[in-house]
């Protein structure tokens, strides 16, 4: 058979806490396109790359998180898991959840949440419950349910999903051959630009696995070389409504059209500020308006579609390009992290918030002809 990609868990093993007798609960996440931009690309005078996290399992990029979150509760015995979601996390964790036997609670934000990720929840058999609330209040209630019941909790608070998250790290680089000048990405509860972090730097340098089953039993644990010659500066973009750590206070009423980024009260708020702080970059926030701009170009001039919140990275490129803060000459990777046919509302409608209206013809080669302008 030819080669199959295995899923970030077979693939990266030797960088995860896994060990040979792991039952390894996979759908096959990872190995997304990196897809060269080239009208970004163009604008900043540059070489723009973005990870199009849209073509995971369930279109987003928690799938990679949630191979590993899984792994590891079936791995401890669990026999259910909760998480607390905007969507994108909930849809990837019925469907982990499915394959591996388990019940999954989803909690979600009353009515702000997109209908493709609703929709994912209930076909995967999810329990889910609508808190009224948001999603901050979610997870408080996500985290105290596991803390007192027998549940798990596959929230990005459980380090396992950024030891997953991480290997979109890893993919970049093995398809570059080293780290970009720059990675961008959209930030809501912080995890993801956590774990990318995490993977540039363990990538940069030489690494051995700590994880105690990692190397078969009585051998010496293998000290693996490094893969990169360096690491990327960090930028990090909030929706504007929804910006905790750009503000410096959390919010307790975020507000975005980008419902996956709205959030308040960042669980990996200091990570993502150490992740800004260490590799010399910004957390900056960009308004729902440059949020649809951006969404725009990705599918009218790049031929990627992607949910709104995905489009916050280059949202900030394309802001910061008019700002005269991109130095031209540069590698950007960008994460677009959900796929467009989550949310697919926001490409039915004109710049001016107008409804698009497909032109109504005939039956007739003439009449499709003259709407084409051929004739
Ligand atoms: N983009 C999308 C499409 C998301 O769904 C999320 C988070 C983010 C970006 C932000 O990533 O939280 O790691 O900073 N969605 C979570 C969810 C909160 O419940 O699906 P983050």
Redesign the pocket.
């Known amino acids: 058979m030819a080669h199959q990609w295995r899923g970030v868990i077979r693939e990266y093993s030797d960088r995860l806490p896994v060990s040979k007798s792991t039952r390894v609960v996979t759908l096959g996440e990872g190995g997304t396109p990196l897809i060269e931009a080239p009208a970004l690309s163009q604008l900043v005078d540059g070489e723009v790359w973005v990870k199009f996290e849209g073509m995971n399992p369930t279109g ?1 990029f ?1 799938d990679r998180g949630m191979t590993m979150a899984i792994t590891a509760a079936v791995e401890q015995g669990a026999k259910a898991v909760v998480c607390a ?6 849809a990837s964790a019925a469907a982990y959840a499915t394959q591996a036997g388990l019940t999954c609670a989803v909690l979600v934000p009353d009515g702000k949440i997109a209908m493709g990720k609703l929709s994912q929840a209930i076909a995967h058999g999810a329990t889910l419950l609508q808190v009224d609330g948001n ?1 901050d209040n979610c997870l408080d209630v996500a985290r105290k349910l596991s803390e007192n019941y027998p549940v798990f909790l596959v929230n ?1 608070v459980n380090p396992n999903r950024i030891e997953g998250q991480k290997t979109g790290a890893f993919e970049v680089v093995d398809a570059l051959g080293d780290a970009p000048d720059y990675h961008l990405l ?8 956590t774990a990318y972090w995490k993977g540039y730097q363990e990538y940069s340098q030489p690494y051995t696995n700590p994880h105690p089953g990692a190397v078969p039993a009585g051998s010496e644990p293998v000290e693996l070389p490094a893969v990169a010659t360096r690491t990327p500066t960090m930028w990090g973009f909030q929706a504007a409504g929804a910006a905790p750590i750009v503000l410096g206070h959390p919010v307790t009423e975020p507000d975005t059209i980008a419902t ?2 709205r ?1 308040g009260n ?1 669980a990996s708020w200091e990570q993502a500020e150490a992740a800004r702080d260490e590799s010399g970059g910004m957390i900056d926030s960009v308004t729902d308006e440059e949020i649809l701009a951006a969404h725009r170009w990705l599918s009218a001039r790049e031929g990627v579609f992607v ?1 709104p ?2 489009a916050a990275g280059v949202a900030g490129l394309i802001k910061h390009h008019a700002l005269g803060n991109v130095p031209a000459g540069k590698r950007w990777v960008i994460t677009v ?2 796929h467009g046919l989550k949310d697919p509302q926001w490409a039915l409608r004109n710049a001016d918030g107008s409804d698009v209206e497909p032109q109504r013809v005939p039956f007739d080669v003439v009449a499709v002809a003259e709407a084409l302008g051929l004739a």
């Open positions: 987003s928690k979601s905007t969507g994108n996390t909930s999603f990005s959209p930030v809501g509860n912080a995890g993801n630009i996956a980024i959030i960042p949910e919140a995905s992290t959900g």
